[in-house]
């Protein structure tokens, strides 16, 4: 069965950094492309950044471009998020979601149950 | 507010069937798939449809997918209280180089 659990979520102050984590098991993690999409309270989805297999080419929504950095390391089974500089408006559940394939197909087919990221002061 | 629009709210007794519209432009669903996603309450988000109109496996088939144009459709045939959820259509947007989800559509079983 496949298994996403995301951590490291929680309370910090607007400006400071936070890294997310997302742990997989119940498949082969580097056959497949990862991503990072966010719900904000009361919004709808809004996908964050995707990773292929082998960290080759990382994307970025421009809402977090050059605040954000998603990698993985694939002897962990493990996905990552590193937010810097925090606004108010990255407020929002966080969900780790694996890909269709290796590449990025933008395909979300399972998902974790998220992590909840608060910025306030 | 999203670029593909869809409505907030649908409902329908056990047994009928309930459609949700995705509306969007030439940029995203004019010239794009459309998957949809369920997420059940408490629960994490789930693929429903993807490519349009393919189930993946496990996913009954009164779930079914099409899309016209610029617009998309989920459509539940036979709704049962189970399917008391989130729906939210997504697709590539070449214009923005992202993909882009709706804004959700919640759908009640009175």
């Known amino acids: 069965e496949v298994q996403l659990v995301e951590s490291g979520g929680g309370l910090v102050q607007p400006g400071r950094s936070l890294r997310l984590s997302c742990a997989a098991s119940?498949?082969?993690?580097?056959?497949?492309?990862m991503h990072w999409v966010r719900q904000a309270p009361g919004q709808g989805l809004e996908w964050v950044s995707g990773i292929t297999w082998d960290s080759g080419r990382k994307a970025y929504a421009d809402s977090v471009k050059g605040r954000f950095t998603i990698s993985r390391d694939n002897a962990k089974n493990s996905l990552y998020l590193q937010m810097n500089s925090l606004r108010a408006e990255d407020t929002a559940l966080y969900y780790c979601?694996?890909?269709?394939?290796?590449?990025?197909?933008?395909?979300?087919?399972?998902w974790g149950q998220g992590t909840l990221v608060t910025v306030s002061s | 507010q999203s670029v593909l629009t869809q409505p907030p709210s649908a409902s329908g007794t056990p047994g009928q069937r309930v459609t949700i519209s995705c509306s969007g432009g030439?940029?995203?669903?004019?010239?794009?798939?459309v998957n949809w996603y369920q997420r059940l309450p408490g629960t994490a988000p789930k693929l429903l449809i993807y490519?349009?109109?393919q189930r993946p496996s496990g996913v009954p088939d009164r779930f079914s997918g099409s899309k016209s144009g610029t617009s998309a459709s989920l459509a539940i045939r036979g709704l049962q209280s189970e399917d008391e959820a989130d729906y939210y259509c997504a697709a590539w947007d070449d214009s923005l180089n992202v993909v882009l989800f709706g804004g959700g559509t919640k759908v009640t079983v009175l």
């Open positions: 979601a694996r890909d269709l394939e290796q590449l990025l197909t933008y395909f979300f087919a399972f």
């Open positions: 119940g498949f082969t993690f580097d056959d497949y492309a």
């Open positions: 030439s940029s995203n669903i004019g010239s794009n798939t």
């Open positions: 490519t349009n109109n």
